[in-house]
């Protein structure tokens, strides 16, 4: 063979030979990652060139053993949302849920946003039981005019849609601070509410005879009105009155110009059967007193249980000299009187109105400096539970009582539940017979009260002591500008906790009076 020619062989061995060592790396390679086990022929793609391969016979595989690959570890599903629990709740049940929010907040704005989460919480949202009690308020009331009234333009569209599937059980409706579109919202409740039952107005404007005559049409049901701080005129709420007045228990006024008005309907036996009446003053108050005739209005609302004149300066309408007293109140269970100036009730006045009530609960009498305990201890009520005889910053103009204030106590002692005689002006010793009268008898029933209000009195430590001592429920005791008390213990006491330490260091500690 030529030189040449054995070169040439050479070479092409060597390469053969360089070509299979790269084959079987190559294949070693793709066993380990791709190629199933056990197959016999595997394909190999290298410097663009497709080979097929042989696979490694018996004694080859026997003289090289290759180790299994071992499977690589899956990886744990990640735990993700369980897409159907919310279709696995009752309606009913959730519905029950959504129940206990809207009792504890109102139905705003929990269902709204409640009814975004998927269709179940949708449609238990929508469910009308959940919406009998709504506020509504526009989002910009207090900005500018032209804002104030584009809000409520837009709230006005939600209630269009919203009050046919949501308020077909609607009972209690509150409006706040509709200044321009309080009368289409009325509208739309008389189409939709068939069975409110209380309407309240706060801060409302425009509001005509129209629209409430119409809904009280349209609401057989509603019974409970109230237009605190609302300007309404007083023939719009006469014309309500004598459509809906035989059904009317409660209502609501602010002391106005136009209350006069008011007040002769109910004079006129409009309301027979209205047993919560509120008349109070407004932001700016009026000069002008209310003149009351006590006895008419005992005649034109016979059932009434509750009556109260808060800060409002008012005197009752003299009676015909020789007139027999009027019915009074039978029911009558509350009245508040009570009022941040000097005003004109006294004990004759008292007496008129209380002289028919025995079922009297709660007296309050804040701010009436002309009642005495004389006048308050011939009153036929007997079960009294709570008395507020309170005057603050009117005590320091005005002549004060030094005794009497044991006729209250040994009255009711047994019933009574609160107390207020801040600001009064009874004596050491007269404060020490009055309180005396909670000590009981041994053995016996601990006493009722659980709120003493002592504020700026002259009760002494030896009273305190006493009156925490003989009643253990006592949960709020007032001592602010006690002077006769030891500097440190002058504060309110809340809680029984509270009210314990400071009878410990009274017991403790006893200090000159200040």
Known sequence: MAPGAARRARRRT????????????AEDWWWDRLAPR?????????DSMLLVLPGPGPREAAAHPR???????????????????GDRIPLEILVQVFGLLVAADGPLPFLGRAARVCRRWHEAASHPALWRAVTLAPPLAGRPAKSGVKAEKQLLASLEWLMPSRFSQLQRLTLIHWKSQAQPVLKLVSEHCPRLTFLKLSDCHGVTADALVTLARACPQLHSLDLQHSVVESAAVVSFLEEAGPRMRRLWLTYSSQTTAILGALLGSCCPQLQVLEVSTGISPNSTPLQLPVEALQTGCPQLQVLRLLNLVWLPKPSARGAAPGPGFPGLEELCLASSTCNFVSNAVLGRLLHGSPNLRLLDLRGCARITPAGLHDLPCQELEQLHLGLYGLSDRLTLAKEGS???THKWC????????SG???????LERALAAFAGTPGGPHPALCSLNLRGTRVTPSTVSAVISSCPGLLYLNLESCRCLPRGLKR?????????????QLLTSAPPPS
């Open 14 to 25: 060597r390469r053969a030979r360089g070509a299979w060592a790269r084959a079987r790396s």
């Open 38 to 46: 056990g197959s016999e022929c595997h394909l190999l793609q290298a």
């Open 67 to 85: 180790a299994r690959p071992r499977p690589e570890p899956q990886p744990a599903p990640a735990p993700g949302p369980d897409l159907g629990w």
């Open 406 to 408: 044991p006729l209250l």
């Open 414 to 421: 047994r019933t009574l539940r609160e107390l207020d005689l």
């Open 424 to 430: 009064q002006g009874f004596s050491e010793n007269d």
């Open 492 to 504: 309110a006491y809340r809680g029984q906790a509270e009210v314990q330490w400071c009878l410990e």
